[in-house]
């Protein structure tokens, strides 16, 4: 990876890379590796996948201090009901606490959630709704509309896909 980006940076003078990866950082010594590396370029960065259950506050302090500018997650509730529908293997606390750990470490995120699972309901969404107004009290930085809100996709070979089929 670090021989592709010294390619970028020496053939087409790059200076931000955007790292797309369901599952960046879950291999915690790769990840410290990367950083370590990625912080000798002098690069801004950002990445789109990260998962809440695989970093810590000193994670996203250290991916700030390489260069990383943003870490957007798959959070896609507020509610714990509705993330163990979704099979996230996620607590919504973890939501709470990579929230909170952002804004401490001034990185920019986007709240991305998804809705219209099967359960949704107004207690579901109630409790989305709070944790997305935490996101924004957390500090007057925090825009309101970094917001990105799915409605569930029955795509072919999902669990949901299957629901939908047998009902």
């Given at each position: ?11 087409y ?44 506050a ?32 996620t ?77």
């Open positions: 990876l670090m021989d592709r980006i010294d390619f970028l940076i020496q053939r003078n790059v200076g931000f890379l955007n790292f797309a990866d369901e599952n960046f950082g879950t291999d915690r010594k790769w990840l410290k590796e990367f950083i370590d590396e990625i912080k000798k370029r002098d690069l801004i960065w950002r990445v789109g996948g990260m998962r809440v259950n695989t970093i810590t000193d994670i996203i302090r250290q991916m700030k201090e390489s260069g990383c500018a943003s870490i957007y997650y798959g959070m896609e509730s507020g509610s714990q009901t509705m993330l163990d529908v979704m099979e996230k293997v607590k919504v606390e973890q939501n709470y606490n990579a929230v909170k750990w952002m804004t401490e470490n001034d990185v920019f995120t986007v709240i991305q959630l998804i809705v219209g699972m099967p359960g949704e309901n107004p207690k579901t969404i109630e409790e989305t709704i709070e944790f997305t107004s935490y996101y924004v009290e957390q500090s007057p930085k925090n825009d309101p509309n970094a917001l990105s809100i799915n409605f569930a996709q029955a795509l072919p070979g999902t669990p949901l896909y299957e629901i939908g089929r047998h009902q």
